[in-house]
């Protein structure tokens, strides 16, 4: 059974809007990490938030995360052709090791 | 800079033959672990390493075998390859103090 199950599936906006991915996930966890890969490629980590941390930010990216409702979110504001690529979110769950959701494509057309 | 280096990047076997994907890293990683990539599954865990000299199995580890031959490198083997073993293989090391992963270019396998 996967932790993590991202929304939506697939994505597709225009050159400088923002893109906003949700994440929702099953038991405690003690980080959520937020990956990205573009096709043919490897997944390459984007931003780690700990269970304690309710926002962070990283460049135009900014992810939340409600333990509470046991969900994340990553936002990419002002998005460009570059970020056009798969995105994962990964749950940390205390020594366990990461569970990967099944992401959600993003398309920026420019 | 290598990071995680992943050998063969492409490889078509025939059903029942064997193969090893060998994976190595440069980072000191404590942590390695194989993920199998299907289309619309993400990623699951075929096998990972917590640290040499010791392996675990993952969410789906059946037909694989591994190899943790020293820190640095961590091996996969299919010992008789079948059609559902088509996918893309992915390597992956962390270290222990944050867990961010370091993923490899990955191996594209056809089982014919």
């Known amino acids: 059974s996967q932790q993590g199950e991202e929304d939506p599936q697939a994505l597709s906006i225009q050159e400088g809007e923002n893109a906003t991915m949700n994440c929702s996930y099953k038991?405690?966890?003690?980080?959520l990490q937020w990956y990205r890969q573009n096709s043919g490629r490897g997944l390459v980590h984007l931003i780690l938030i700990r269970s304690n941390e309710r926002e962070k930010h990283s460049g135009r990216l900014r992810v939340t995360l409600d333990t509470s409702k046991k969900s994340s979110s990553l936002l990419i504001t002002a998005s460009r052709a570059a970020d056009t690529a798969s995105y994962f979110c990964a749950t940390d769950n205390y020594g366990q090791n990461f569970v990967f959701g099944p992401g959600t494509r993003l398309s920026v057309l420019p | 800079n290598a990071g995680v280096t992943q050998t063969p990047k492409f490889q078509v076997l025939k059903t029942g033959q064997s193969m090893t994907l060998q994976c190595a890293q440069d980072?000191?990683?404590?942590?390695m672990y194989w993920y199998r990539q299907d289309p619309g599954m993400g990623l699951r865990l075929i096998y990972y390493s917590a640290s040499e000299g010791t392996t675990d199995k993952g969410e789906v580890p059946n037909g694989y075998n591994v190899s943790r031959l020293n820190k640095r490198e961590f091996s996969l083997r299919l010992e008789s390859a079948a059609p559902s073993q088509t996918s893309v293989y992915f390597c992956?090391?962390?270290?222990?103090?944050?867990?961010?992963?370091?993923f490899g270019a990955g191996t594209r396998l056809s089982v014919l």
């Open positions: 992956a090391s962390s270290d222990w103090a944050q867990n961010i992963q370091y």
């Open positions: 980072m000191n990683h404590n942590s």
């Open positions: 038991t405690s966890i003690n980080n």
